[in-house]
């Protein structure tokens, strides 16, 4: 799939996040790469065959202090080459799209894995 179709599958899953998370969201970017860089995967202790279809690279909400001067933006990262492996069709990567940054804006709020997995019932 082209980038920038991708990228407007991203746009459109963001869009049916509700609207009481996203007002919460501040300094943020979503971007797309077509995979995670070396760090990520070091830093994550992915090793072997393991998938990582996205990632929030910043300081969790819960995690800041008023104290905190001005910051780079927070980040979250689709990894568009790894969804497409797992995916299907279409339909299937829009579908991944929106799971990936669901879990990824989970992350921003303070969640865990094992939490974020609990409240979509997939522990």
Not at 14 to 40: A, C, G, S, W
Not at 54 to 83: C, N
Request: proline fraction near 4%.
């Amino acid at each position: 799939m082209e980038r920038e179709k991708f990228e407007r599958l991203v746009d459109k899953a963001y869009q049916k996040i509700p609207e009481r998370f996203k007002q919460k969201i501040e300094n943020t970017v979503i971007t797309v790469e077509d995979y995670p860089n070396h760090e990520d995967l070091e830093h994550l202790k992915i090793r072997g065959d393991t998938i990582l279809l996205g990632l929030y690279r910043g300081t969790p909400l819960p995690q800041r202090s008023v104290w905190q001067v001005a910051r780079m933006p927070d980040k979250i990262v689709l990894f568009q080459k790894s969804i497409e492996r797992i995916c299907k069709n279409e339909k299937e990567i829009e579908e991944k799209v929106y799971e990936v940054i669901q879990h990824e804006i989970a992350h921003y709020f303070g969640l865990s894995d094992r939490e974020i997995y609990k409240l979509m019932g997939s522990d």
